[in-house]
């Protein structure tokens, strides 16, 4: 990526709360959003293509008709003066300026998303507080179940990586909130749950043993509900939240079915060393440039695995890049970008990731003595075009490991043209996922609602 161009944002940040007033256009090739509130001086900012939707700007300066906010971790200004139609100013990022001309509008056309449910429900939405345990942890959620005499079949929502809110808000989608909409108008109750550090939920960063942990309290709340039929009280997990939802499955006999949504059904490891390759690939790099990449990552990757959980690996994942360089012909190099200082600290900026307790546990993460224990009903799912957990290996794993298990109860289906959101995609880009309108496949939707009446 050249110097001058904008840079890849992979973290999402979502604010809610201020009034609506958008303006859009074009930033260089890529679209941009503007929302803006003068008197409660607050902005946020859109670029889809990039995978930024509704990043809040911290301490944005209105003077005037002017806003001017500075974006330090991104080393960029955002600049220009506000109209009743039009914002006219400047991007500038990394000694490089991009003119900006937004035009006002009612709603971001990237933004239409006509599977989000809206009110009135036909069903009952519940907000609801419950704690762990030792009470160390408060989690906040919403408990939607059918009007009319239950107990009801009963659904606890498990986020993928990162911490999520209880809609698994991502790229201007909220996919749980269009799946409990879903299931609750056919018969089923479901729970989401803000992820730790998040919404109404305390507590900090773990691992995905720990985040088990606080989908069995989730689990033992429920049981609590008169709503809910004890006897009927399974887990839907997406992504790292179909490899949790079997690890705490193992440690209650109060779960009695899963539904896996582009789960774990190899290592950590693994998965990631072939997410990293298939994206590259879907953007056209050429075999040798991965390979390259490939063994770059296997080499640092080597060294978290083989490392206790506890401790700081930074110096050892920077001795084993220091080899790694050595070892390389000047060719590769030039062509990886690592001859120039500069070019070097895009993988040592990544060490502070690597050396975190989580990244750490996934890596060193083998779905297949879990799975192997698993006898309960299992719906594993995947898409076809899903490049961050590929369908095929994965789903094999699966399949392996509830064999194992000598599990008689269990369905493996890959999806066809579904991404990892579940979206039925077009470029089938990890950059498609905020520029498709769909959230969430209605096939998709139609696959899980048939199996779960089936329980």
């Not at 989730?218 to 809910?228: G, I, M, P, Q, S």
């Not at 190899?266 to 997410?275: N, Y």
């Not at 991965?290 to 506890?310: D, I, M």
Request: aromatic content about 10%; hydrophobic content about 40%.
């Amino acid at each position: 990526m050249k110097k001058h161009s904008l840079l890849l944002f992979s973290l999402l940040i979502s604010v809610s709360g201020f009034s609506q007033t958008y303006y859009e256009g074009i930033l260089g090739t890529l679209k941009f959003g503007l929302k803006t509130d003068a008197q409660k001086q607050q902005a946020a900012i859109y670029i889809p293509e990039q995978g930024l939707f509704e990043y809040a700007l911290k301490a944005p300066i209105f003077r005037n008709d002017s806003l001017i906010a500075d974006l330090k971790e991104f080393n960029s200004v955002l600049s220009g003066k506000l109209d009743a139609e039009t914002f006219t100013g400047q991007w500038k990022q990394n000694g490089f300026s991009s003119a900006l001309k937004l035009t006002k509008v009612e709603t971001l056309s990237f933004l239409k998303r006509p599977q989000q449910p809206q009110a009135p429900f036909p069903y009952v939405v519940e907000n609801v507080k419950f704690t762990n345990d030792n009470q160390s942890i408060s989690f906040g959620g919403t408990l939607t179940f059918p009007n009319g005499k239950g107990p009801f079949t009963t659904i606890v929502l498990i986020t993928g990586s990162g911490q999520q809110d209880r809609d698994e808000t991502l790229f201007g989608h909220k996919s749980f909130w269009v799946i409990a909409d879903h299931l609750s108008r056919n018969g089923f109750a479901v729970l989401r749950v803000d992820d730790r550090g998040v919404g109404e939920t305390t507590g900090t960063v773990s691992t995905s043993v720990d985040y088990a942990q606080d989908v069995l309290a989730a689990v033992k709340y429920l049981k609590n509900r008169k709503e809910v039929n004890r006897k009927k009280l399974g887990l839907i997990g997406h992504s790292e939240g179909g490899m949790i939802a079997p690890m705490a499955a193992l440690q209650t006999k109060d779960v009695v079915f899963i539904i896996s949504l582009a789960g774990l059904g190899i290592g950590g490891k693994e998965l990631l060393l072939q997410q990293s390759d298939d994206i590259l690939k879907k953007s056209g790099t050429n075999e040798t440039y991965r390979s390259h990449v490939r063994s770059l990552n296997e080499t640092l990757y080597n060294v978290a695995e083989r490392l206790p959980l506890e401790g700081d690996i930074k110096d050892s994942l920077q001795l084993a890049f220091d080899n790694w360089l050595k070892a390389q012909p000047d060719a590769v190099l030039g062509q990886m970008g690592y001859k120039s200082e500069q070019g070097r600290k895009g993988i040592t900026g990544q060490f502070g990731v690597i050396n975190s307790k989580w990244y750490r546990y996934f890596l060193k993460y083998d779905p297949q003595p879990i799975l192997s224990q698993i006898k309960i009903p299992v719906l594993a799912l995947n898409g076809s075009k899903d490049l961050q957990v590929a369908s095929k290996p994965n789903l094999a794993g699966f399949e392996k490991g509830l064999t194992a298990a000598g599990n008689k109860h269990f369905k493996i289906l890959e999806l066809p043209d579904l991404n990892h959101l579940f979206q039925k995609c077009q470029k089938c880009t990890v950059a498609e996922y905020g520029m498709l309108e769909e959230t969430f496949s209605p096939e998709a939707l139609g696959v899980m609602t048939a199996w779960l009446k089936e329980r």
